[in-house]
């Protein structure tokens, strides 16, 4: 029973310590090797399981389920070097010729060891159990523990490679990575000695314990640092503003922000979202409709006073988000903080009001919202274009109305 105890240690330990990985969503789940990370823990999680039970079934003698959730445990295993490598891969970002090998590798043993053990169900060439409930191994056992050794020796080689091109915190990272690589080599050979003895969730814990020490935390820490490094720099922005920029910054019609403010926020937040630093937020594009007719029948003045008017229905829904008037008759809106939260409320609110005002002849505003959490993979350019399309259905759908 030891076996399964020792499991048990190893997944409540893996759990306790990546448990904000695990079960919290965080802004560092939109960078790739964080991603796969992820998925590597959530692999280990079933093998912890999975070995776990192997060990209980082994102590009761239960010779046909054992036999059946030994296959299920080989395969996990096979799963498990596939996310590993796929972590490394995308961790070191080097699309070079070994990297796609890993990559192919980690598939290819996925492949080979489905056949082993659809073969070994009929023919016992991994492993077996005899009548008296004792678990015996064959050479596909063997050969499928080399090909882990020599996946995990590749990983190591490749991480080792990579230290010596790399200098400072990046380099610690890269030293914790290789070290759990030659823990893995050093554990898959012991398991590979005595199938009695848990090593693969001594090593596996051992491993997941350096990497979340060295590389998790460490880089937690970093992106703390440069997050008050960034705070820093915005105060000292706003101490040095100038009052010639804030005019420049805001619209004179409106008192809205412009176009030029619109334009420097948008690289603001382009880049805190490819730093992962901003993952909630929505982008509404708001459009009057039918200024050009109102400018052109009844004057610039009253159009400016359609514009002022539009921009103070927006503002007045919109209280918490900042709005830019980018054109003419344009208008943009971030949802950030609390108006983000109660989108749809809100988004509802301001439709309600334009559809009243439709009735009774005031302003019309088209409005498009795209949300960036449910378009993971647009960029900000791309966002825009997806509430712009939007707010063109709407101005056609307002146009169709009686």
Known sequence: MHYAEVGVLSL??????????????IPSDRIPASLAYKKFLYTLIVFYIVDITWGILICFNLKYISFY?????FMVMAFVILQWTRFVIEYIKD???????????????????????????????????????????????HFSMLFQFLMFLATTIYMTAAVFKTSGKIKLRYRAIEMFGIVMT????????????????????????????????????????????????EKIQEIEISSARQIAFRDPLTGVKSKAAYQEDCQG?????????????GLIVFDVNDLKKTNDTKGHEEGDKIIRAASNII??????????RIGGDEFVAFLLGEDYKNKSRLLAAFNKKIDDNKK?????????????????????????KIADKRMYERKKELKNQL
């Open 12 to 25: 409540l330990i893996h759990l306790i310590i990546n448990f904000n990985i695990l079960f919290k969503r």
């Open 69 to 73: 959730e030994t296959e299920i445990y």
């Open 95 to 141: 699309r070079i010729g070994f990297t796609i090998f890993l990559k192919y590798c980690g598939a290819i043993f996925i492949a080979a060891q489905t056949v082993i053990l659809i073969i070994n169900i009929f023919i016992p060439i991994a492993f077996w159990f005899d009548d008296n409930g004792n678990y015996h191994t064959g050479r596909a056992r």
């Open 186 to 233: 050093i554990f898959i050979a012991l398991q590979f000695l005595d199938f009695n003895t848990p090593f693969y969730s001594i090593g596996f814990l051992l491993g997941t314990c350096i990497i979340h020490t060295f590389v998790v935390e460490d880089e937690r820490s970093s992106r703390q640092e440069e997050l008050h490094r960034l705070m820093q720099i």
């Open 269 to 281: 937040i382009d880049n805190r979202t490819k730093k992962g630093l901003l993952d909630d937020f």
């Open 315 to 324: 503002c007045q829904t919109f209280k918490h988000s900042p709005v830019y």
């Open 360 to 384: 009774q002849g005031l302003v019309v505003i088209s409005d498009g919202f795209a949300d960036f959490k449910a378009e993971k993979s647009a960029s900000f350019a791309e966002l825009f």
